[in-house]
């Protein structure tokens, strides 16, 4: 069962209600009523439409002019150097650099009018991917490390809520390096925060790219650098766990006895398995480490994992944090694997049938200026920057919210990073008064904000 204090199940309420549904599940009767509370209170079928998440973090923020929220009646040194394109949605205009999520814009549900107001990248990475911000006193503080105090990363949450997947697949699987500043310091809400290191993500953090590519984290032939031995495997997933949390004396045999066992079940090694992918679905993807991350993460939610995280912060050709040559970068590599990879997985998971039951989530921690500056690029714009979501649970073809003329302000009603987490968790079944406890055994409200229902189905 799940080990918070809030136990929950994606029922029907009729079935949360069954009391032979209830002894089935082992369920007491404080937990059956909690469960019928939650189902009267949610007003649309949306909630617990979400088996599993795809969440693609966008490290440095996409602009949300070269994106989902273009301005081509702005100045030109608001505009920029792309035009504007219709999509498949009446009235609603992308970036000509999004021509394929254009023509799928009636699948999208897009919010034009979040905001928050921290400019800092390693501080605003906490509430977009918990939903917990910092108190306002630390924004001058600038950078500075996580600690174990932290609250966690949504993928740790429902590691922590959820069971483990038939086959032993592990709950939360992070694709790609921890994202880290140029000076080092690591960005905030990676980690599994006051819920511990028996919380941490599986991490691949490799080369996807090769012809005859193997996991490194659950396949014999293993290593960064060509590890061999299973042994040094879990030595190095220990290393690239312990960057991230300091918190149990006792991580160590947690991380291995997990570790070993994900190694020797054979559904997590097929789900793994990159080239059991025949060619023609491999191709569907970018031939980059971006495109096989995408796959991946198809492939395990496919297999049942629960929250798979992508992080798109280094590769195929640096971060969104376009401080300079913002145009090239879009034009030449961050745009079209944007909308080359967002489209595809949309297209595959629907073709398989997952669509309504798989959340696509492209995330930032904020978006970029309206103003370009004297280096042709886009600085930090946490005011208001643009979300475009698919998937289980959603309304398909919906856009909420507006920007002012020129993409600085919200026109409309703003919503914050923890409306987001709450819409998250709102589709992953979570009840809205749900509490989770740190290491100290103190109560923590895990959902502050209010989902957005105009996004809901």
Known sequence: MPDSCHEFRRLSRRQAISVGAASALGLSLPSLLRIKDASAASSSRSFGAARSVIFIFLHGGHPQHETWDPKPTSPEDIRGEFKDTATNLPGVRFSELLPRCAQLADRLAIVRSMRHTNANHVQACLPAQTGHKHPPSFQSRGDFPPTPTDFPHFGAVMDHLRETPPGGLPRWVQIG???????????????PGFLGA?????VVDQDLTKADTRIDAVTPNLGVARLQGRRKLLDQIQSQRRILDRAASNAKDIHYEKAYQLLTSTATQHAFDLDAEPAAARARYPANQIGRSCLLARRLVEA???FVNVHWCKTPRGSWDTHSQNFSKMKESLGPNLDHCFATLIEDLEQRGLLDEVLIVPMAEFGRTPKINGNAGRDHWPFVYTLALCGAGLRRGVVEGASDRLGGEPATRAYSPADMAATLYHLLG????????????RPNRLIVGDPIEPILA
Request: charged share 10%.
């Open 177 to 191: 390096p921890t994202m880290t500043r140029n000076n080092g310091t690591v960005l905030h809400g990676q980690s």
């Open 198 to 202: 028996a919380h941490q993500p599986f």
């Open 304 to 306: 049942g994992a629960p």
């Open 430 to 441: 979570v009840p809205r008064d749900t509490t989770i406890f740190d290491l100290a055994n």
